[in-house]
């Protein structure tokens, strides 16, 4: 069970949300992960949150598939869109065509368990450091095993638009 004793709201006035960190098992690297969770109207952390965040502890290494397969694909796709096609590095975008290849590149470094559900699940927001785009990273937006969009930091963020979004 994860202990969320430590957890606590954050130290600024306009940020209503609770911080936290939980350790995984990143493929044998034991990484402690920083955890951001929007809480419910009581300021609290609600159940289905904490339910979420287990399930999510719990089930890593599936998550860890879909999400490595998922930036997998957007990142093949942003590399095309730069217009870097052949097999060089260019502009720090080497050409990566596995995910053990994207691990030499990406860190896990936070997650976010947002409000909003689809499907009985709590979107979460997931969120990468990574060699090739240092200051937008990396960020996969899930509800469950779906994933929604993967991208920059940005798409992990923005669950509001969980309802609208169709998968990327």
Not at 11 to 36: K, M
Not at 109 to 131: E, V, Y
């Amino acid at each position: 069970m994860i202990d969320l004793s430590t957890f606590h709201s954050s130290e600024y006035e306009y940020d209503f949300s609770i911080f936290g960190t939980i350790t995984v098992d990143d493929g044998g690297i034991q990484r402690e992960i920083n955890v951001e969770i929007c809480p419910d109207d009581n300021e609290k952390i609600s159940d289905s949150s904490k339910e979420e965040l287990q399930f999510f502890a719990d089930n890593y290494n599936k998550y860890r598939e879909i999400y490595l397969d998922a930036l997998l694909k957007y990142y093949e796709r942003r590399r095309i869109n730069l217009g870097y096609t052949g097999e060089e590095e260019k502009d720090g975008y080497p050409c990566i065509t596995t995910t053990a290849q994207l691990l030499e590149t990406i860190t896990f470094t936070g997650m976010m368990i947002h409000k909003h559900k689809r499907s009985g699940h709590h979107a979460i927001g997931l969120f990468f450091d990574c060699t090739w785009e240092q200051e937008h990273g990396a960020g996969v937006l899930m509800a469950g095993y779906e994933v929604i969009s993967a991208g920059d930091y940005d798409d992990a963020y923005y669950a509001y638009a969980l309802n609208d979004h169709t998968p990327k």
